[in-house]
C-alpha cells in the first residue's frame, strides 16, 4: 500500500514523514523545490498486527512477514489564489498519481518564522484551497485528454463515446469547482473512472499538525470540528454518509511525534505518557488506511513464514489466492478456511477446531472476510 504524504509548503510534511517512518530526513524552514529535490524520499512501515504476532508465537516459522505501508514525501504545492508558481504542483500530481491514499498534511501549529503560502495557520482555508489545486489538476487532465479526442476525431478515428461523455461530464463538474469525489457515476462510468487515476477522488486522510503547546486543547478540537463540518456541508447532496468519500482527521503534533519516533521503545512509551498521547502516530496511521481504503487482511501459515496480505473488501478466495501466487489463482481448487477468532476460541489448536467443524472448505466465490486464515489448494 502506498501513501503519499502532501500538502502546502512548510506545513509539516517531511517532519509527519519522519515521525511515521522513524526516518531522520533534514526539515527546512524554508519551502523544498521539485528541482532540488526531483525524487520524493519513501520509507516503508510494518503494520503491526497482534493476531499476526499471536500466529506466529503458536506456529514458530522462521519468518514473519508484515503487512506494509509505503509512504512518499513529496515537495509542498502552492496556491495560485496566493499568486504562488503552480507549475510545481503539476510536477507533485504527476508524483501523487498511483498512491492507494493521500496523507494530506494540514498546518495548524503556529510559527511567524515559519512562512506558510497562505499566510497565516488556517486549516479550514488549507483543507479548502488544497482542494481546489487537486479539482485544478484534474481539468487541466481532463482538457488536454478531450484535446487530444478532438485531434484524433479530425483525423478521422473511430471515437469512443463513452469515454468523451464520461471526460465531458467531469470537466462540467470540475469547472464548478466540484470535485470528482462528490460527483456521482453510474456503474459504467465507475468502471472508466480508474484508469484516469484523478487527484480529487483519491481517498484523503487529514492529518493536522498542531503546535506543541496546543495537544488536547479546545482549539484543536475547534479546528478539527471545524474541518469535519466543511466536509459534512459539501456532502450533503452528493454522496451518502459511510461512503468512499470519507475523509478522516487525525491530529498529531509532528515535531514531538518525530522526536518520539526516534527514541528507544521504554523510552518513547514514558514520554507518551507524559505528554497524553494515547498512540503515536505511526500506529495511529497505520490503522486509518484499511478504513478508508476499505482494505482487510487474511492470514496465511506457511512451512517456513507467517504473512499478512492485505486484500480490498469482497475480495473473492480465488483472486485473494492470486495475492500469494499467480499459480494459486490459475490452478485454485478450495480454500481452507478458519476465522482467527474461532481459532483462538479452539484453544488454538487447529485439531480441535477441525473437529468443531469450524475450518471450512470454501470454493473460489467465497468472500474473504478480515481476519481469516486461509490455506489454499491449487493445481496447476
Ligand atoms: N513548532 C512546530 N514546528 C513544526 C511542526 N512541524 C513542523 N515544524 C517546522 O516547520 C518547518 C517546516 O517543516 P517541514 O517538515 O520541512 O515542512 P514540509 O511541509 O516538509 O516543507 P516543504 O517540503 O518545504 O514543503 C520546520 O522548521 C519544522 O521544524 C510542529 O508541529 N510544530
Ligand atoms: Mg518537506
Redo the contacts with the bound molecule.
Keep these: 500500500m502506498k501513501l503519499a504524504i502532501t500538502?502546502?509548503?512548510?506545513?509539516?510534511?517531511?517532519?509527519?514523514?519522519?515521525a511515521l517512518t522513524g526516518l531522520n530526513l533534514?526539515?527546512?524552514?524554508?519551502?523544498?523545490?521539485i528541482s532540488t529535490?526531483p525524487e520524493p524520499h519513501t520509507g516503508v512501515v510494518k503494520i503491526h498486527d497482534k493476531r499476526l504476532e499471536r500466529l506466529a508465537t503458536i506456529y514458530r516459522r522462521k519468518k514473519t512477514v508484515y503487512a506494509t505501508i509505503e509512504y512518499v514525501?513529496?515537495?509542498?504545492i502552492t496556491s495560485a489564489r496566493s499568486g504562488g508558481d503552480t507549475s510545481q504542483n503539476i510536477k507533485v500530481f504527476d508524483l501523487i498519481k498511483g498512491a492507494d491514499a493521500i496523507v494530506h498534511?494540514v498546518?495548524a501549529?503556529?510559527?511567524d518564522t515559519?512562512i506558510h503560502p497562505l499566510g497565516k495557520t488556517d486549516p479550514v482555508r488549507d483543507v479548502k484551497s488544497f482542494e481546489t489545486e487537486l479539482v485544478l489538476g484534474d481539468l487541466e487532465f481532463v482538457e488536454k485528454r478531450l484535446e487530444r479526442i478532438e485531434l484524433s476525431a479530425k483525423k478521422g478515428k473511430k471515437q469512443d463515446e463513452s469515454e468523451k461523455q464520461l471526460l465531458l461530464k467531469c470537466k462540467d463538474a470540475l469547472e464548478h469547482e466540484i470535485s470528482l469525489r462528490n460527483v456521482s457515476f453510474c456503474d459504467e462510468e465507475k468502471k472508466l473512472m480508474p484508469i484516469y487515476e484523478f487527484l480529487s477522488v483519491t481517498p484523503e486522510i487529514i492529518v493536522l499538525?498542531?503546535?506543541?503547546k496546543d495537544i488536547g486543547t479546545e482549539k484543536v478540537k475547534n479546528f478539527r470540528d471545524e474541518i469535519e463540518n466543511y466536509f459534512k456541508e459539501i456532502h450533503q447532496d452528493a454522496i451518502p454518509p459511510g461512503s468512499e468519500s470519507d475523509r478522516p482527521v487525525i491530529t498529531l503534533?509532528?515535531?514531538?511525534e518525530?522526536e518520539i519516533a526516534q527514541l528507544p521503545h521504554d523510552e518513547a512509551k514514558a514520554f507518551l505518557v507524559d505528554l497524553g498521547i494515547d498512540e503515536p502516530a505511526m500506529h495511529l496511521l497505520c490503522k486509518v488506511p484499511y478504513d478508508t481504503l476499505g482494505l482487510i487482511s487474511f492470514f496465511t501459515v506457511g512451512k517456513k513464514e507467517i504473512k499478512a496480505w492485505t486484500i480490498k473488501k469482497n475480495t473473492e478466495a480465488q483472486k485473494a489466492a492470486g495475492k500469494v501466487h499467480s499459480d494459486m489463482e490459475r490452478g485454485f481448487i478450495r480454500a481452507e478456511v478458519i476465522s482467527y477468532d474461532n481459532f483462538i476460541a479452539s484453544d488454538e489448536d487447529m485439531v480441535k477446531a477441525r473437529e468443531k467443524g469450524l475450518v471450512k472448505l470454501e470454493g473460489k466465490h467465497y468472500v474473504v472476510q478480515d481476519g481469516d486464515v486461509i490455506n489454499f489448494k491449487f493445481n496447476v
Excluded: A, W
Aim: glycine share 12%; with cysteine; proline share 5%.
Design positions: 500538502g502546502f509548503s512548510n506545513s509539516g510534511k517531511t517532519t509527519v514523514f519522519n533534514e526539515t527546512t524552514t524554508y519551502p523544498t523545490l529535490h514525501d513529496f515537495p509542498g498534511v498546518r501549529f503556529e510559527d515559519i499538525n498542531i503546535g506543541e503534533c509532528g515535531k514531538i518525530m
